[in-house]
């Protein structure tokens, strides 16, 4: 499977921003999906994942309570949806896939899609 994600760009502190992440091959329904960012100079780090039928859901703390993830399988597409958003989640953000399809952030996650930058600056 091939991911591409979209939907970053400039936005002022506490908007909003929806980040898509399309997928390639008919097997993007069995794997769950994550989502990860890396800051400048920092590691890159989890944000959110989601099961494969989107029954199971995980933030990082830095993250709960203002983003989202969704996804539509029919349109091999998953999506985080980014609110109040703070001049810390500047980063490129990136999705991946995760084998077992419980999208668990411990389990191992790969097929990493080229990623799309989110600046939040005023």
């Known amino acids: 499977v091939q991911l591409q994600a979209s939907g970053g760009g400039l936005v002022q502190p506490g908007g909003s921003l929806r980040l898509s992440c399309a997928a390639s091959g008919r097997t993007f329904s069995s794997y769950g999906m994550g989502w990860f960012r890396q800051a400048p100079g920092k590691e890159r780090e989890f944000v959110a994942a989601?099961?494969?039928?989107?029954?199971?859901?995980y933030f990082a703390d830095s993250v709960k309570g203002r983003f989202t993830i969704s996804r539509d399988n029919a349109m091999n597409t998953v999506y985080l949806e980014m609110n109040s958003l703070k001049p810390e989640d500047t980063a490129v953000y990136y999705c991946?896939?995760?084998?077992?399809?419980?999208?668990?952030?411990?389990?191992?996650?790969?097929?990493w899609g080229q990623g799309t930058e989110v600046t939040v600056s005023s």
């Open positions: 991946a896939t995760e084998a077992t399809g419980r999208g668990d952030p411990g389990r191992p996650f790969d097929n």
């Open positions: 989601i099961s494969w039928r989107g029954g199971t859901t």
